[in-house]
């Protein structure tokens, strides 16, 4: 095989890799390599392995150099590391020593076990969601055909009636069975196949912006952070606009009236949605800084009828999930007290 496609192996492989040099200096890293540390092999090259560590971090550091002391593999199951990023990690890790043109190297593996969680954690979400909404809109359609009945038989009624205190009682039940009739459907969610074209998704989020911007108080500030390299993206734009807008209203929400509201959007690398792993994915962030998603319905929030609101239906966040999913993406979240962060991730098909 050529060196060429050796190179294009290890850049493929998920693994984090980084060779170095008897002096611990850094000789190549693969692109997993440069993700993980948040550094490029141009800036870190030559430089010392420690550099990529936080200060105070000497586990990996004793285990490479014992490695190359005794020359010989060694490897932890399990190694929690703090990065020079300040990121905290844990990771698989292997060492092994190396001998190439005459020089003692070593290539140190790493394999983040946070990521695999993350993933199967993904996962499960997705295929409980789903599980949810087929029963949910099981459920939807067995309501619908009664309260159909319902309606009917009360305008019939209503047209058989001379009292005009008892033709009100018909048309409380007309309303309600109406106000029902359109929750059921919101439960449903849209039935139609996603019509994918190619569109700019800041196009989209400054037309979400611009709709919220009319309901919003002016104590409520709307800011945007976008990423210009993002290239147009297959999808339906109006189940976009949907899945944005719903998250965007639970923001605002949540704020009480005061606070901010920033749509962020940054390209993420090799990247794994529900097991898949693709090059390019476009994160869309929604973030707020009000009090944060209860502790209480934090793993339940994707699923219909659960809210954070007193008045809230419960569906807007399960709607925008199923949305997403019939795009191949995922949303997630993080929240704490004064920052509340939606990331809805949509794969990039580059053409």
Request: aromatic content about 4%; hydrophobic content about 40%; glycine content about 6%.
């Amino acid at each position: 095989m050529s060196d060429h496609l050796y190179a294009t192996i290890v850049e493929h492989q998920a693994a984090a890799l980084v060779l170095i040099n008897s002096e611990q200096r850094i000789e190549f890293m693969n692109v997993a390599a440069e993700t993980m540390f948040n550094v490029s092999l141009n800036r870190s090259k030559n430089e010392l392995f420690s550099s990529l560590l936080a200060r105070g971090e000497h586990t990996l550091l004793e285990l490479i150099a014992e490695s190359f002391q005794s020359v010989s593999a060694w490897s932890e199951r399990e190694l929690a590391l703090s990065l020079s990023n300040n990121n905290e990690i844990t990771v698989a890790c292997s060492i092994n020593p190396l001998l190439a043109d005459g020089e003692h190297m070593a290539l140190v593996e790493l394999n983040s076990l946070d990521r695999q969680l993350k993933i199967t954690k993904d996962s499960s979400l997705i295929q409980e969601h789903k599980a949810a909404h087929n029963m949910v809109r099981g459920l939807a359609h067995e309501i619908k055909n009664p309260l159909g009945g319902l309606r009917g038989a009360a305008q019939l009624l209503e047209n058989e009636l001379n009292d005009p205190e008892l033709v009100e009682y018909t048309k409380i039940i007309i309303k309600e069975a109406d106000r029902l009739h359109k929750l059921v459907d919101q439960m449903l969610g849209p039935n139609m196949v996603p019509n994918k074209q190619y569109h700019n998704i800041h196009e989209v989020l400054q037309h979400v912006l611009g709709l919220t911007s009319i309901e919003t108080a002016q104590s409520i500030t709307l800011r945007f952070d976008y990423d210009p390299s993002i290239p147009e993206i297959k999808f339906d734009r109006d189940l976009l606009v949907q899945a944005v807008l719903n998250i965007t209203r639970n923001a605002i929400r949540a704020l009480d009236g005061n606070g901010m509201v920033m749509f962020k959007t940054r390209v993420l690398r090799r990247h794994t949605i529900a097991s898949k792993l693709h090059k390019l994915v476009a994160c869309i962030s929604i973030i707020d800084n009000g009090p944060g998603v209860p502790e209480d319905i934090k793993n339940d929030i994707f699923f219909p009828m659960v809210s954070g609101q007193s008045d809230g239906s419960g569906l807007g966040l399960a709607i925008s999930q199923m949305l997403i999913n019939r795009h191949n993406g995922l949303i997630e979240f993080d929240s704490e007290p004064g920052e509340t962060e939606f990331r809805i991730l949509l794969p990039i098909d580059v053409h």
